[in-house]
């Protein structure tokens, strides 16, 4: 199967991406790099993950890992602007699945994120399905059922540990009472706020390919 990981630099999707490469599937990676609203640090920690994961790919020759970053800047300025700052994360995350989609279209089998039950207020089961109902492709989430501490531990059997604690400034994009009981049709009125799919393309068309 071939698996298109949204990734960053912390504990939870290198770790997701882990246990698929470990099962065999192809992975390619995309990061959405929210800068100026944090510092580079989130990028560094990304590719040095994947470095670090490099030597799990079940290959025999030497092998480039492809990741793709893509700047998601004047997406999260138009959500700030527009739409209500609550439901930004729920807002964001969709827009991630929708370009990660428009990246996976015709040459990937599913979606993967790290994302833990419950452990985030994007991360509770109204808004998972919130977020799965952005795109028609699976959204695969192999940690779904694990809490922190079990996370952490396989992070470090796996050497991606002492990246993630490595500091970096945190999203600016914090609201104080986030929503945690999405409703579906409430966030698509969020969007249609913004011109959504032209933000997307946009961001798309700006983005990097990098190999590791």
Known sequence: MKILSLISGEFDSPVASYLM???GHEVEF?????????NEMPVVK?????????KYVLSRKPKKITLLVVPHDKIIAEFMKKCNLKDIYILWRRA???CAG?????????????DSLGQVASQTLDNMYTINKSVPIPIIRPLVGMNKTDIIKLSKIIGTHDIAILPSVCCSVSPKHPTTHSNLKLIEAEEAKIN???LEDESLSRKEIILL
């Open 96 to 98: 991630m699945m929708r």
């Open 102 to 114: 428009k990246i996976a279209k015709g040459r990937m089998d599913a979606i993967m994120t790290g």
């Open 196 to 198: 959504i799919d032209e």
């Open 46 to 54: 990304t590719k040095k993950s994947i470095l670090a994961l490099k």
């Open 30 to 38: 995309v990061h959405f790099d929210s800068q100026p609203f944090n």
């Open 21 to 23: 490469i470990k099962q």
